[in-house]
Each structure stands twice: as C-alpha cells, then as structure tokens.
C-alpha cells in the first residue's frame, strides 16, 4: 500500500522569506503522480503544483517548486518570497495511475506566514 | 478550467434523519468521483470512490449502508448520510477529475452538523 509521511506538523516563517515543506511517500509502483494541495481556512482545496514521476525535471509554478528526488522517494515543496496568503494547510498527495486512480493524502503541514 | 460544484456547503439536521449530499461536474464529464471525509485539523480521510453506472467502492471500515452513494450520471453524485448521528458530523468533500493524473479538483465541502 501507498503511504504518504509528512513529518512538519506546523511551520511559522516570517514574510519574504523562503520555507521548504517536507514530504516522503512509499510505493512500488513506477507510474504514478505527486501533488501538493494548499488548503486555507475557507477549506477550499486549491491545486498548488503537480509532478509527473517519470519526468526528472522539477515542477514549478510561479514561487512555488518541488524538489522530486525518485530514487530517494521524496518530493517536497519550497516557496519562495512567501506572502500571508500562503497561510494554510498543505497537503502532499500520491495518485497511482490504474484502475481505482485513488489519491493518498499526507497529513498535513499548517504553515503560518508571520507580517 | 475544470469545475466541481458541491451543495450544500452546511446543513444541520437531526439525529436520525437523512441528509443528501450533491457533488456535480459542471464542465466536464467525470465517470469517476470520490468522497473524503475530514476532522478538524485533520486530513481528507477517503471514504468511497464514485464510479458512474455502478457501485461505489468504499474504503475498509467505511459503512456502505450508512453512507449511500449514487453515480446515476456523468455528472453528479450523491452521499447520503443515513439515520445520521452526532458522531457522523463532519466536514464531507467531493473530487473529481476530467483526465486522472493532471489533478483533481474539489468541491467547496459540506459541513455537517447532527444535533
């Protein structure tokens, strides 16, 4: 079975700086996909970024990029010039690509963006 | 982009009673949908997956008679929370996607309180 460790329960970074969130998962599967989902106090969940596992070039969107280390299983996720509005629940996410398509979420990191 | 409307976003009822949760795909067809649930502070546990013209597939220790899902079209599920329970009070979310892989999206959540 697929798990999803993220070992940050809660993180606090002043504004403009740049924080990296943890994530580690376990699979033998070789296709599949990697996420990172922001979820603020509205409870929306919001797609922040999305890695393909047989790409080796890193994902980034705007300030947000993934460090995906496929050997290693761990694909974290640093964001840059962090801004108040990145405070929110973070959730890092695994799809195995087959029949059932699931989604296995970490439990979460809360980050809070200091003013 | 790809739109996942859910309804209501809360409800109240009492124990014992019967409350329908809708889940629709606004822009595009999703043969498949999935149903979490989440605690607060908590992550999205997976509680079934949707499949359209079928049953669902509910995840170990979910009950499939107490949480009834129904895939009638391309475009809609349901959940029903049958003779609901103060335990049963929750924060339900629906996910769908139009190609497995690029990201689910999600719906806004429903928040269910059982008095």
């Known amino acids: 079975a697929q798990t999803v460790t993220q070992s940050q329960p809660e993180m606090s970074v002043q504004e403009a700086e740049t924080v990296t969130l943890s994530c580690t998962y376990d699979?033998?599967?070789?296709?599949?996909?990697l996420f990172w989902y922001k979820q603020p106090p509205s409870r929306q969940m919001i797609l922040v970024i999305r890695?393909?596992?047989?790409?080796?070039q890193n994902a980034t969107e705007n300030r947000f990029s993934v460090n995906f280390q496929k050997a290693a299983k761990s694909f974290s996720l640093k964001i840059s010039d962090s801004q108040l509005g990145d405070t929110a629940m973070y959730f890092c996410?695994?799809?195995?690509?087959?029949?059932?398509?699931?989604?296995?979420f970490g439990k979460g990191t809360r980050l809070h963006i200091l003013p | 982009g790809a739109v996942v409307s859910q309804h209501p976003s809360w409800v109240i009822c009492k124990s014992g009673t019967s409350v329908k949760i809708e889940c629709r795909s606004l822009?595009?067809?999703?043969?498949?949908m999935f149903w979490y649930r989440q605690f607060p502070k908590q992550s999205l546990m997976l509680m079934a997956t949707?499949?359209?013209?079928?049953?669902?597939?509910?995840e170990q220790g979910v009950e499939k008679d107490k949480f009834l899902i129904n895939h009638a079209s391309l475009t809609l599920s349901t959940l029903t929370v049958t003779s609901a329970h103060p335990e049963d009070s929750s924060f339900y979310i629906c996910?769908?996607?139009?190609?497995?892989?690029?990201?689910?999206?999600f719906g806004s959540g429903t928040r269910l309180t059982v008095v």
């Open positions: 890695q393909e596992a047989y790409k080796q």
């Open positions: 822009d595009f067809q999703a043969t498949t």
């Open positions: 699979t033998s599967e070789n296709n599949y996909y």
């Open positions: 996910s769908a996607g139009p190609v497995p892989g690029e990201g689910y999206t």
């Open positions: 996410a695994f799809h195995r690509v087959s029949r059932d398509d699931k989604i296995i």
């Open positions: 949707s499949n359209e013209g079928s049953k669902a597939t509910y």
